[in-house]
């Protein structure tokens, strides 16, 4: 009975982790935190949660949230503390994704991120994404999109002036990142640098349909890119088994992540190949010479001005425009 007890107590200890939330720096602070400012807190800051939960199983942040997952995000505060020389403080309690094992199993993009999701937490998931966001590290170039980056920047809406710094910690076993009303314009950039999605032709052979019936991976000669086909689209999943194991073409909507590189592709047509589909055959990086700029003053923390004429030379057709081309071409 004792050994059971102290395996009980050291499963608890693993699956349930506590959090700090430190607001300091605003000279009329108290200690105190109003109601409204909560509720907003508390808002932004599981909607990070929950988005870079999205990304990291789905591989686009932007999917509405899963039924079954609502109850893995799930952030309790336990306690609130403060004082006017020591701002405010919140306690913060959040269990590990490992609680949540069978709704991971068969549910990502990526079966190899299992391991390394079971031993986060929804508040580990938010540290993690400011983190990718303001250290200039080339390793999370590809760790966010445009979704992600923009519930980064709903957070700055809980500030209430330049001096306030909000600490955000694992008790130490996760590095503290601290974040200042400064650091959303550096956010904005990133975001900005993203390509929008857009419309394109890929050439390639689909693979098995590994990790869901309306996910799938095409292998290009540029690598495998991830394919996704919306959930009522059932014919056109069935229609595309005729193509597995041979070559064949598909139009869609590719999405980026920072860096420039394919989130995903949104399916909305396919087909046998063609000698035009030939010719679009290569994954585009995605990056005008605009967001190149962007990306580049993301890094450098400063702004070009060349950004006010960015975007206006020729190559940058609208979708209307990128169509006719491919009727042109097929004729």
Not at 29 to 34: A, K, L, P, V, Y
Not at 188 to 217: A, C, F, N, W
Not at 220 to 245: A, C, H, R, W, Y
Not at 294 to 322: C, H, M, V, Y
Request: aromatic content about 8%; overall charge neutral.
């Amino acid at each position: 009975l004792p050994e059971k007890f102290i395996l009980l107590r050291y499963l608890k200890k693993e699956v349930a982790m506590n959090y700090d939330i430190k607001i300091k720096g605003e000279e009329r602070d108290d200690g105190r935190i109003e109601f409204d400012r909560l509720a907003r807190l508390a808002k932004t800051t599981k909607e990070i949660a929950q988005k870079a939960l999205m990304l990291k199983l789905f591989g686009y942040s932007g999917v509405v949230l899963p039924a079954e997952w609502k109850k893995a995000t799930d952030i309790y505060l336990e306690t609130v503390k403060g004082s006017k020389s020591k701002g405010t403080t919140l306690t913060i309690d959040a269990q590990t994704l490992a609680t949540h094992r069978p709704v991971l199993q068969g549910n990502a993009f990526k079966p190899e991120l299992e391991n390394e999701l079971q031993k986060l937490t929804p508040m580990a998931l938010v540290i993690q994404s400011f983190r990718q966001a303001l250290e200039d590290d080339p390793q999370n170039n590809n760790s966010l999109d445009k979704p992600l980056l923009k519930s980064l920047m709903a957070f700055k809406n809980n500030f209430k002036g330049e001096k306030e710094v909000f600490y955000l910690s694992n008790r130490n076993t996760i590095p503290e990142i601290e974040v200042r009303l400064s650091d959303f314009k550096k956010i904005e950039q990133l975001e900005e640098s993203i390509p929008e999605p857009h419309k394109i032709v890929v050439t390639g052979r689909l693979d098995e349909m590994k990790y869901s019936k309306s996910r799938l991976v095409m292998i290009t000669n540029d690598g495998p890119v991830n394919i996704l086909v919306k959930d009522n689209q059932e014919q056109m999943l069935e229609d595309l088994k005729s193509f597995f194991g041979k070559k064949f073409s598909i139009q869609g909507m590719a999405n980026y992540r920072t860096g420039g590189s394919i989130s995903f592709i949104e399916l909305l047509s396919f087909g046998e190949t063609t000698t035009a589909d030939e010719y679009f055959n290569k994954l585009p990086g995605g990056m005008s010479a605009k967001q190149q700029l962007l990306f580049q003053a993301k890094k450098s923390g400063t702004r070009n001005p060349l950004f006010d004429i960015a975007g206006q030379w020729p190559g940058e057709e609208t979708d209307a425009e990128f169509d006719e081309i491919l009727k042109s071409a097929h004729q």
